[in-house]
C-alpha cells in the first residue's frame, strides 16, 4: 500500500470510524443490484416464476402469477388514461392486490401514492388533491369516503377489492377478518373484474429510471400538514440492496410482512427486500399478534421488521411461548427506540437478538442498523440502546442543535444522514425541501449522539424534549423506566403545561394481563425510586391503549392536545 493509499484510508476511518464495526462479510460500499423496483421484480418474475411471491394467511400466489396479475392491471391503467410519471393512490391493507397494485402501476410507468386504509373522506380529499392521483385503488370497507373525497379531483377511475379475495385459511377465520363482508361501491370497478377482463395484456410504455417516483409516501404529519416523500427508484433499489447485504438476504428467507405495506418500512425493508432476492411475503391482512405468531411457525418465517409496540403486543400475547420461533433469526425493530428490556425479554424468550434499527420516510426505511452478527451496547449516560451504525454506502453524523456545527463522540446532539437513500425532496414544497436537506445531508429532526467505536444511539426527537424548570429531560428515558416494571406492557411519555415548572412530565401506561389492580401512585413511586426528582412522571394515566399511527408509532402529538392545561398541584384551573 502507498503512502497515498494509507493515507486515504486512515481519511475514510476519520469519516466513518464505524467501517472497524463492520462483520468481516459486510463491505464499506453498497450498489444496488437492481436500477429500479420495477426492474428486481421483472428480473425476479422471470427468474423465480414458480416460487412463492406471497403467502396470505394459508394461501400461495407465485412471483409468475403476481407478474401475470399486475401485467393485465396495468393495461387497464394505460386504458384509462394513465401516463408514465402519473399518481396512483393504493389505500389497501397486507393482501396480495397490494402487490398486483403496486407493479401494475410500475409497469404503466406510474408513481404509487400509499394510503392508510383508515383514512376517512376529510383525510382522503387532501391526498387525492395533493398528489393529483389518477386512479384511485382501495378496499371496498373504504370505497364509500374514496368515493366522495375524488369529488373535484383529478382522480377518474375508482377501484376496489375485498381482503376475502385469495383468502385461504385451513381453520378458524382469522380475528382480523371476522368481521369482514363484501361492500358493493356505487361506481366503482371491482379489481377482479377488471384482472379477468384484461388477462393476458400488457402495458407498453417508457421504461421508468431510478431517477423516477416509486412511491409518494405521506409522512404522518405529526408536526404539521403530511408532506409528500418522493421516494425514486433509485433510493428503493440502494435501499433494499443494502438491507440484503446486512441481513444476508436470499431467496431462502421468508419475509414476514409486521409493518403495513402502506409504510416505508413495510414497502422497502420488507416488501422490496423480498422481491429483490425472490423471497416470500407472509402477509395476514393487518396485525394481530395471535395470528402472527401462528404464522411466523407455520411458514417459518426468517426475516422481519417491526414497531416496538408489536414486538410488546407478541411479548404479551399467551400463545407466545407455545410458538415454535426458532426460524425468526433475522428480527428488526424499527420507528422507536427498542427499549433493552424488551430486546432482552425477545431474545429470552427466541434465542434470537432484536436488531435495533433507525430510519425515516424521507430515508426510504434505512437510516442506521445494526447488521447480523452485532449486537448493539447500551450506552451508560443516557441507558439507550444502540441503533447500530449507518448501512454501507452511506453517512451519518451529529451537529449542534443551534449552531450546526459538528459535535464530536460522546456529544448529543442532531443526528444528519447522507446517501443514495435520502429523497430528492417534498412533493411541491421547495421551502420545506430546502429546510430538511442542506448539501445532501438530511437533517431528522431526532436527537442521539455516537459514541468513540461509531455506535449510534437516538434519545429522542427534539420537539418530544420536555422542559422541568430548566432541566432537559427525554421521554424515552422515562419511558424505560417504565418498562422495567412487570405490570407495564406499553408507556408513553409527554411533556404538559405547568404553572409552576413551565412543564411536567406525564406518563400514559397500559397494563398487562392480570395486573389491573396497579395503581398509578404505585408507578409513580417505582419511577421515583430510580430517577432524579425531575425526571420522574409526577402525572400518570392507566389506559387501555395508546393512539398509535399505522406503523405502529405512539402519537405523542394527539396526547398532548387533549392534555388540558393544570396548576402546580395538578389540578384543572378553574373555569
Request: proline residues 6%; hydrophobic residues 40%.
Amino acid at each position: 500500500m502507498t503512502c497515498d493509499e494509507r493515507q486515504n484510508v486512515a481519511e475514510t476511518m476519520n469519516d466513518r470510524p464505524w467501517l472497524r464495526l463492520h462483520p468481516q462479510d459486510l463491505p464499506a460500499e453498497c450498489a444496488a443490484l437492481q436500477p429500479t423496483g420495477i426492474a428486481a421484480f421483472k428480473n425476479t418474475a422471470a427468474s423465480h416464476a414458480g416460487s412463492p411471491a406471497i403467502h396470505y394467511f394459508d394461501g400461495t400466489l407465485t412471483y409468475g402469477e403476481i407478474d401475470r396479475a399486475s401485467s393485465s392491471l396495468a393495461a387497464a391503467f394505460v386504458q384509462m388514461g394513465v401516463k408514465k410519471g402519473d399518481r396512483v393512490i393504493v389505500q389497501l391493507q397486507n393482501i396480495p392486490q397490494f402487490l398486483i397494485a403496486l407493479y401494475g402501476a410500475w409497469k404503466a410507468g406510474a408513481a404509487v401514492v400509499p394510503l392508510n386504509p383508515m383514512y376517512k373522506e376529510r383525510e382522503l380529499v387532501f391526498y387525492a388533491k395533493d398528489s393529483g392521483a389518477r386512479v384511485f385503488v382501495t378496499m371496498e370497507s373504504s370505497g364509500e369516503d374514496a368515493r366522495n373525497a375524488m369529488q373535484g379531483t383529478d382522480a377518474l377511475h375508482l377501484i376496489t377489492t375485498s381482503e376475502l379475495d385469495y383468502l385461504h385459511i385451513s381453520g378458524e377465520m382469522p380475528v382480523a377478518l371476522q368481521n369482514s363482508t363484501r361492500v358493493h361501491v356505487e361506481g366503482a370497478t371491482d379489481l377482479m373484474a377488471l384482472l379477468r377482463e384484461y388477462d393476458g395484456a400488457s402495458a407498453s410504455v417508457m421504461d421508468v429510471c431510478p431517477e423516477d417516483i416509486a412511491y409518494l409516501t405521506y409522512t404522518s404529519g405529526t408536526t404539521g400538514p403530511p408532506k409528500g416523500a418522493m421516494n425514486t427508484h433509485g433510493n428503493l433499489a440502494y435501499a433494499c440492496s443494502a438491507y440484503r447485504l446486512a441481513y444476508h438476504m436470499t431467496s431462502e428467507d421468508r419475509v414476514l410482512a409486521m409493518a403495513p405495506f402502506i409504510h416505508v418500512t413495510g414497502s422497502s425493508c420488507l416488501l422490496a427486500v423480498a422481491t429483490l432476492v425472490g423471497a416470500p411475503v407472509i402477509a395476514c391482512f393487518r396485525f394481530e399478534p395471535g395470528e402472527v405468531l401462528r404464522l411466523i411457525e407455520k411458514w417459518r418465517a426468517t426475516y422481519t421488521n417491526g414497531p416496538l409496540t408489536a414486538y410488546i403486543s407478541m411479548l404479551n400475547h399467551p400463545s407466545m411461548r407455545e410458538r415454535d420461533l426458532s426460524s425468526l433469526h433475522k428480527a428488526l425493530s424499527g420507528g422507536a427506540p427498542v427499549a433493552p428490556g424488551v430486546a432482552r425479554e425477545f431474545e429470552e424468550i427466541t434465542g434470537h437478538y432484536l436488531h435495533n434499527t433507525y430510519g425515516l420516510t424521507e430515508t426510504t426505511s434505512p437510516g442506521i442498523m445494526t447488521p447480523l452478527g452485532v449486537k448493539g451496547p447500551v450506552d451508560d449516560e443516557t441507558g439507550a440502546l444502540s441503533v447500530g451504525f449507518p448501512p454501507p454506502g452511506s453517512m451519518a453524523k451529529v451537529v449542534d442543535s443551534e449552531s450546526g456545527a459538528d459535535l464530536p463522540a460522546g456529544q448529543i446532539g442532531e443526528i444528519l444522514l447522507k446517501g443514495p437513500h435520502i429523497v430528492p425532496g417534498y412533493w411541491k414544497k421547495e421551502e420545506e425541501t430546502a429546510k430538511a436537506i442542506r448539501d445532501g445531508w438530511l437533517y431528522t429532526g431526532d436527537v442521539g449522539k455516537m459514541d468513540a467505536e461509531g455506535f449510534f444511539y437516538i434519545v429522542d426527537r427534539k420537539k418530544d424534549l420536555i422542559n422541568v424548570s430548566g432541566f432537559k429531560v427525554w421521554p424515552r428515558e422515562v419511558e424505560d423506566v417504565l418498562y422495567q416494571n412487570p405490570a407495564v406492557s406499553i408507556a408513553c411519555v409527554i411533556g404538559v403545561p405547568d404553572a409552576y415548572r413551565g412543564e411536567t412530565v406525564k406518563a400514559f401506561v397500559a397494563l398487562k394481563r392480570g395486573h389491573e389492580a396497579t395503581k398509578p401512585e404505585e408507578l409513580i413511586d417505582f419511577c421515583r425510586q430510580r430517577m432524579a426528582a425531575y425526571k420522574y412522571p409526577r402525572q400518570l394515566d392507566i389506559v387501555e391503549e395508546i393512539p398509535k399511527t399505522a406503523s405502529g408509532k405512539m402519537l405523542k402529538r394527539q396526547l398532548r392536545e387533549q392534555e388540558p392545561e393544570r396548576d402546580e398541584s395538578g389540578a384543572q384551573p378553574a373555569v
